[in-house]
Structure formats: C-alpha cells, structure tokens
Nanobody, 119 residues
Framework: QVQLVESGGGLVQAGGSLNLSCATS????????MGWDRQAPGKQRELAAT???????NYADSVKGRFTIFRDNAKNTVYLQMNSLKPEDTAVYYC?????????????WGQGTQVTVSS
C-alpha cells in the first residue's frame, strides 16, 4: 500500500522559516515527479513546487526565490524548505508523487500539513 506521510508544518512568524518533508512508502514502484501543492482557506489548491526524478525544479511565481524543493531518492523523500515566509503562505501543504507501476502511472497525495504564518 502506498503512503505519503508529511511532517514539518506548524506556526511561524512572518519572515521565519519552516522545512517540510514527505516520505513515500510502499513497494513495486519507481518514483517520477514529486511536488508540493497548497490550499489556502477559501481558495483553490495550487502548485507550489515540483521536482523531476532528474532534479529539475519548477516553482510558482509567488514562492520563487523563497522556497526550495529537493529530494533524496535513496529515502524516497521530498522536502520543501520555506524561507522569508509571508502570511499569504498560510495554507495546507500537500505533497504528491507520480509513481510508475508495471500496470501504469498514478499520482498520489499526502494527507496535508498545516502551515500558518502570523503577521
């Protein structure tokens, strides 16, 4: 059974930093792209950052220069380092991973972790 388990959310003051991590567990697959989405109260879920299996990254304009996504393929884990946090970064952050099985490719999400930035 595939599971994505996030950790590292919490409450921080504006200008502070938080580091999120997400470990993928299970068997019978290889991991392709990984990433983080976020959903602020009353808003649609949006992409925050993605990283390919080769290490190429993509960021939402709103987080460029402040967030860094990286992964440890040996640990099947993706990280999101968030610096210079702003109140508008407050959201539930969901990690995701696209997995390849013999039967096909499927995208999975974690349960979400709350990030709250106070002004």
């Amino acid at each position: 059974q595939v599971q994505l388990v996030e950790s590292g959310g919490g409450l921080v003051q504006a200008g502070g930093s938080l580091n999120l991590s997400c470990a993928t567990s299970g068997a019978g697959f290889s991991i392709n792209d990984m990433g983080w989405d976020r959903q602020a109260p009353g808003k649609q879920r949006e992409l925050a950052a993605t990283i390919t299996s080769g290490g190429s990254t993509n960021y939402a304009d709103s987080v460029k220069g402040r967030f860094t996504i990286f992964r440890d393929n040996a640990k099947n884990t993706v990280y999101l380092q968030m610096n210079s946090l702003k109140p508008e970064d407050t959201a539930v952050y969901y990690c995701n991973a696209r997995l390849s099985f013999p039967r096909g490719r499927y995208k999975y999400w974690g349960q979400g972790t709350q990030v709250t930035v106070s002004s």
